[in-house]
């Protein structure tokens, strides 16, 4: 029987320091609503925790709550976005790193990855994992998929480029060894309840499949 493994993603936590869009306010908590999050899955199995778009909030909220309940996660930063107000700063990220985190690539400017032109795939393929490998001194080998937005085109760059591990936002559990990870995002209404369920109910067998089948068909179109 294969292992599957949970994966959970944040995105903002607390108060924003910038302006947001219509979708992005959807993936933004409240500052004790994730604490109580973090309370409940400190309590359950080990699950991967990573937090996308590199938000300055992921140093100021976040890293003293993982800290202070022993849980590590994999920050996905935006390269582009580094030292704009509301972002993290090349010294938050270094603290991050420092601390035991994962620093991972979420491209240089949150666009999609698809349909991307020659000289776009340049900047957020290699230029922002080139630019975050600078601020940590260590290579960067794994990315998130900015948006959720993928397909065969661009899992065979990231492949050909030697991304060792890459996370997406398909919503259904992950095989652990697994190259591409599917990863459930939190929203701001979501409790210490329904992570549970997300956790530890893989819900009904119909449901697994059709997810299984979205996903086959992002891999392959």
Known sequence: MIARDVNICFHGVGK?????TAAEERYWL????FRFILDELAELPPIHLSFDDGNSSDAAIVLPEL????????????????GQRGSLDEDAVRELHRSGMGIGSHGWSHCS?????????????????????????????TAACP????????????RRLGYRRVFTSDRRRAHGTAWLQPRF?????????????????????SRRVVLAGKGLAKRLR
């Open 16 to 20: 924003p320091e910038r302006d947001l």
């Open 30 to 33: 409240s500052a004790d609503g």
């Open 67 to 82: 800290l202070q309940r022993n849980l590590r996660a994999d920050f996905f930063v935006l390269a582009g976005r580094l």
């Open 113 to 141: 990855w698809r349909g991307m032109d020659e000289q776009t795939r340049q900047g957020e393929f290699v230029a922002a994992r080139t630019r975050l490998a600078e601020v940590v001194g260590e290579p960067v080998d």
């Open 147 to 158: 948006k959720g937005r993928y397909d065969r085109r661009v899992l065979a760059a990231l």
């Open 185 to 205: 995002s939190l929203v701001h209404d979501d409790t210490p309840a329904t992570v549970r369920g997300i956790v530890t109910d893989p819900g009904p067998l």
